[in-house]
């Protein structure tokens, strides 16, 4: 039987970068069928062992850093340069799920209480078994290594579905793992379209699903995954609004929010979208910002938009926010197939698709708010909630902004400076997703919890668990309970 097969192309040029196989049904449940024997053998050398080979692999991929960040230009469009500060994310995410795994995962012993004063209990975080990533083309690198490094030092095997636009970076990955790990596939890549990636979903063998993507995508993998009761990550789209408070560093705050929302064409899921800026600054920053927003370029300082499909949501978008607002820079003319120039459009009504849906382009609607809780009651009023940014001099009024804001990260004085941070846990609330990728969150999320307790001696006269329990130990278990939990606190 001949395998069909499908292109990935350059966005910016449209030629072919790669030939990869449309993965049938059965050759994904081949895969599956591997990586559960390769899960065995994975979880069977142990953490100590693990580390080293999750080390070694990240040193493979640092040696190919400027091979791999050519292919991930050529794959996106993006400059290498931003290719080249991905994988560096990647890289430093790698090291951290291998270096922490053990102590976040491993035995250890908990408190039994009072009432369980003659048990021993400990608690551990096993391997699931085979974790499927289906992941996403903004950046090919950096997101799905978020689950893949996190569920192989969890101590799974994983079978990645790299999105149909850049399969070559997930082959690329797995290729270079397999030179740290070749006695056993526990790193597979299955290439294909949405088709292969609901295959992965579908495999009742499959313990876990790690999906990155769209809202809409990420509920029928959900579908697809309730068959076997398959549990998911969903780490889906955002709206990520941007805070300028009245004492904001203006400039730090205009070049934060321009790089922000610009940076990758606008196709990142925690990029800046809607910017609320307290009335006494308005006008100072918005001079800061027109000024710099002039300087840059599409195709200069950031690629063209790397799915094709994607350039008629932008133009939606902007044509309504045009009608509806008032144009800053750009407007209609700045989408130039496949490159869209910066778009900053203001008073954009808040109920219109520019501020409600996901635009990823790059584009801002910007809004004058009375003060910082009314840019924080709008930044709130999303159905997503993934991250989101507030500039502001004093720290502690900073931070209560950032608690307060409904999303599952928040940076303060820096734009999306919590990806970078391996120890801190990255998802959203909404139409954003649940579940967490990176840090010790990220790492439990790929393990099921294992809870033993152990009789050490028999209490005296306490055997509850026994039809033999007679009224004398029920009055002493209620003298007990009642001594220890039976203070009022009024
Ligand atoms: P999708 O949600 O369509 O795709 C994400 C991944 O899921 C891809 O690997 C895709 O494969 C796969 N897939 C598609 N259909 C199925 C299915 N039925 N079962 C299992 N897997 C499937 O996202 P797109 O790549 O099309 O991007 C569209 C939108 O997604 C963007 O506009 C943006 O809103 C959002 N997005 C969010 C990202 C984030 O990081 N939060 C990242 C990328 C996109 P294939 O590519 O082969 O179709």
């Given at each position: ?6 292109d990935?192309l350059?966005?910016a040029t ?8 449309q993965?049938?049904?059965?050759a994904?449940?081949e895969?599956v ?12 050398i ?13 040193a493979v991929?640092t040696?190919?850093?400027r091979?791999?960040?050519?292919l991930?230009?050529e ?5 290498v ?8 994310l ?15 995962l491993g035995?250890?012993?908990?408190a039994?209480?009072?009432?369980g004063?003659?048990?021993?209990a400990t608690l551990?975080?096993l ?7 289906i992941?996403p083309?903004?950046y090919?690198?950096?997101t799905?290594?978020g689950?893949i490094?996190y569920?192989?030092?969890a101590?799974?095997a994983?079978?990645f579905?790299?999105?149909e ?12 793992f397999a030179?740290s790990?070749?006695?056993q ?6 290439t ?5 990636g609901?295959f ?10 790690a ?18 009761l ?13 805070i300028?408070?009245s004492d904001?560093d203006l ?5 934060a929010?321009?790089?922000g929302a610009?940076s990758n064409?606008?196709?990142?899921c925690?990029g ?8 006494a ?11 710099r927003v002039?300087?840059?370029k599409a195709?200069?300082?950031y690629?063209?938009i ?6 008629d949501?932008i133009?939606?978008?902007?044509d309504d926010a045009?009608?509806?607002?008032k ?5 209609p003319e ?10 900053v459009?203001?008073?954009v009504?808040?109920?219109?698709p520019a501020?409600?849906?996901e635009t ?10 009375r003060?910082a809780q009314?840019a ?7 159905a997503y909630g993934l ?11 900073a931070?209560?902004l ?9 940076a303060?004085?820096?734009v999306i ?6 120890a801190?846990?990255?998802g959203?609330?909404?139409?954003s ?9 990220g790492?439990r999320?790929?393990?099921?919890p294992?809870?033993v307790?152990r009789?050490?001696?028999?209490l ?6 026994s039809?033999?329990r007679?009224q ?11 001594f220890?939990?039976?203070?009022r606190?009024?």
């Amino acid at each position: 039987m001949t395998t069909l097969t499908f292109d990935s192309l350059n966005p910016a040029t449209g030629q072919v970068v790669g030939s990869h196989p449309q993965q049938s049904a059965e050759a994904v449940h081949e895969a599956v069928g591997r990586a559960e024997e390769a899960a065995a053998w994975w979880a069977g050398i142990g953490p100590a062992e693990r580390r080293r080979r999750l080390l070694d692999y990240k040193a493979v991929i640092t040696r190919d850093l400027r091979e791999l960040a050519r292919l991930v230009h050529e794959e996106t469009g993006k400059p290498v340069g931003d290719a080249t500060l991905e994988i560096v994310l990647a890289i430093t995410h790698l090291d951290w799920a291998a270096k922490h795994a053990q102590k976040v995962l491993g035995r250890r012993r908990v408190a039994t209480g009072m009432i369980g004063m003659n048990l021993s209990a400990t608690l551990e975080y096993l391997p699931l078994g085979v974790v499927g990533v289906i992941g996403p083309w903004n950046y090919p690198v950096f997101t799905p290594m978020g689950s893949i490094a996190y569920a192989l030092a969890a101590g799974n095997a994983v079978v990645f579905k790299p999105s149909e636009l850049t399969p070559g970076v997930g082959v690329r990955l797995a290729e270079l793992f397999a030179e740290s790990v070749p006695e056993q596939p526990v790193f597979q890549t299955v290439t294909g379209l949405g088709e292969t990636g609901a295959f992965l979903a579908k495999d009742p063998r499959v313990k876990k699903i790690a999906f990155t993507g769209s809202t809409a995508t990420a509920k029928r993998v959900m579908a697809a995954c309730a068959e076997n009761l398959t549990p998911i990550v969903a780490e889906c789209g955002g709206k990520d609004a941007f805070i300028v408070d009245s004492d904001a560093d203006l400039p730090a705050a205009a070049e934060a929010c321009l790089w922000g929302a610009m940076s990758n064409a606008g196709q990142t899921c925690v990029g800046v979208e809607r910017v609320y800026v307290v009335d006494a600054v308005y006008e100072p920053f918005m001079r800061e910002l027109t000024e710099r927003v002039a300087r840059v370029k599409a195709g200069e300082h950031y690629g063209p938009i790397t799915m094709p499909g994607q350039l008629d949501i932008i133009r939606r978008h902007i044509d309504d926010a045009t009608k509806t607002g008032k144009i800053v820079t750009g407007g209609p003319e700045s989408v130039r197939a496949p490159y869209v120039d910066p778009v900053v459009v203001e008073d954009v009504p808040e109920d219109s698709p520019a501020v409600r849906e996901e635009t990823f382009g790059p584009t801002i609607t910007v809004r004058r708010t009375r003060d910082a809780q009314e840019a924080l009651n709008l930044a709130n009023a999303s159905a997503y909630g993934l991250a989101g940014t507030i500039f502001s001099r004093n720290a502690r009024r900073a931070m209560e902004l950032a608690r307060a804001m409904r999303t599952g990260m928040t940076a303060i004085n820096s734009v999306i400076s919590f990806a970078g941070v391996p120890a801190l846990p990255f998802g959203g609330v909404g139409d954003s997703g649940f579940g967490r990728i990176h840090g010790a969150d990220g790492l439990r999320e790929f393990a099921r919890p294992k809870a033993v307790s152990r009789q050490r001696f028999a209490l005296p006269g306490m055997n509850l668990t026994s039809f033999s329990r007679g009224q004398e130990e029920l009055d002493r278990l209620i003298r007990l309970v009642t001594f220890l939990h039976g203070r009022r606190k009024r």
